[in-house]
């Protein structure tokens, strides 16, 4: 398929979750026991994000110069300006893959300039979207209680990628200050991510039991917990196997990584038994499915970096089995999004689909908004997805400028707590 100009002009950051998504499948399968014929497939799969990477920022970079409206509309809207927080992830997995992966295919001297150049870009930028975003979302943006969603953790959980990433590139610094600077870096980013994930998750667990589970395009988002936790153990761990000499940075990878680890299969269970709940209710295919993927990644890599210093076979195991579903989910979605590009439908207009319902329209309207819920059009919630904010799954759930095209403004009451009080 060719992207003609109008399809690019829906082409939202929320696509570098495809390039995370491949590249934790690379990345992941570095950290597990060595398979005769792995070391081959793995690198394929690094060679395929990394080529995913450079034609997205390529696309995006168009995107940003043809329909700059359209870019600065995605930063005003509340629902798809936390995925910018993926460009950084996208930047740091594909860097942290051509150290691990890569190495082998392009020289080990190559493989660290191209790492270096990619941990940077992303560090720098995953540093603007954990203050940025969330400026905007205290300025600019129009949020209620009922909003709260998985997808906050985006902006704030590149600096703890960056800190994971961070020591395999330190192996590679000159002894001295330089090193030493680079890993007491990571662990500011480690505690920096840490602090605004734990600011974030009480608020997404209260929307969860006050409002009931999220609509089912938009229950994958649920994944995207395991995120910081599986990400933050493995930081623990490679933070850890740097320590400088008479640093016993192991004590606290397991002592901090055990927990969060435990805390992330229930957090998986949970989410797991939620998607399958949205499946049987006819849980469409939409963008967020890539949510099942990445955050998987994480707590593979976390599980397989606490085997190590612990020696604990059980990890592994756990770590071989978490990859094989991680594998399985990659290659349903990766699919399921080639088939959706190739048919024209994931970069679809916003108006493509069923008119969407006039601006103030409330509950009762007769066509709902795609993302609104279980009733949404199944074709909307497939071919909105890179479109206005509207339009990308996962998005919806939060009230964005009426200026996007194909997105109604939320009506105003819907947005007002009136006091118990005032009604009477």
């Known amino acids: 398929m060719r992207i003609s100009s109008r399809n690019l002009r829906y082409l939202g950051p929320n696509w570098y979750a495809v390039v995370m998504g491949t590249a934790i499948v690379a990345n992941a399968g570095a950290a597990l026991p060595s398979v005769p014929g792995s070391r081959i497939a793995y690198e394929a799969v690094w060679a395929l994000s990394a080529v995913a990477l450079v ?32 460009v950084s992830m996208a930047l740091l997995a594909v860097g942290g893959g051509t150290l691990s992966v890569g190495a082998d295919v392009i020289g080990v001297r190559a493989a660290v300039a191209v790492d270096a150049v990619l941990w940077t870009a992303g560090t ?9 975003i969330p400026y905007l979302m205290i300025t600019r943006h129009r949020i209620g209680a009922q909003d709260a969603s998985p997808v906050w953790l985006l902006p704030v959980v590149p600096p703890m990628v960056a800190a994971a990433l961070g020591p395999a590139l330190a192996a590679h610094v000159p002894a001295g200050q330089g090193r030493l600077a680079l890993l007491l870096g990571c662990y500011a980013l480690f505690g920096l991510s840490l602090m605004a994930v734990l600011l974030i998750l009480p608020a997404v667990f209260l929307r969860l039991v006050r409002h009931g589970a999220p609509a089912p395009a938009l229950t994958p988002t649920l994944f995207l917990v395991l995120g910081p936790l599986g990400q933050s153990v493995t930081a623990a761990a490679h933070l850890a196997e740097a320590a400088p000499a008479g640093v016993h940075g192991g004590y606290f990878a397991v002592a901090y990584g055990v ?20 499946l049987r209710r006819g849980m469409p295919f939409a963008m967020t499915w890539w949510g099942f993927t990445f955050p998987l990644g994480t707590c593979v890599t976390g599980a ?12 592994t195991w756990l770590a071989v089995g978490l990859y094989a579903v991680l594998v399985g989910a990659w290659s349903v979605v990766a699919v399921r999004t080639a088939l959706g590009v190739a048919r024209g439908t994931l970069l679809a207009p916003p108006n493509a689909g069923p008119a969407a319902p006039p601006v103030g329209a409330g509950a009762a309207s007769a ?26 799954p996962g998005l919806a759930a939060a009230p964005a400028p009426s200026s996007v095209p194909g997105l109604a403004a939320a009506p105003a009451p819907a947005r007002v707590s009136v006091p118990s009080a005032a009604r009477r």
């Not at 927990?259 to 949205?278: I, K, N, S, Y």
């Not at 397989?304 to 990890?315: D, I, M, Q, S, V």
């Open 55 to 86: 034609v997205l920022l390529a696309a995006r970079a168009a995107h940003w110069a043809r329909h700059r409206d359209q870019a600065r509309a995605h930063l005003l809207d509340p629902a798809v300006a936390p995925f910018y927080g993926c």
């Open 124 to 132: 720098v930028i995953g540093l603007a979207a954990a203050a940025g």
């Open 259 to 278: 927990p969060v680890l435990g805390f992330a299969l229930l957090w998986l269970a949970l989410a797991g038994a939620l998607a399958v709940r949205a």
């Open 304 to 315: 397989a970096g606490l085997a190590r210093p612990t020696g604990l076979h059980a990890l």
């Open 367 to 392: 066509a709902p908004t795609p993302g609104a819920g279980a009733a949404a059009p199944p074709a909307v919630a497939r071919g909105a997805l890179a479109a206005a904010p509207a339009s990308v």
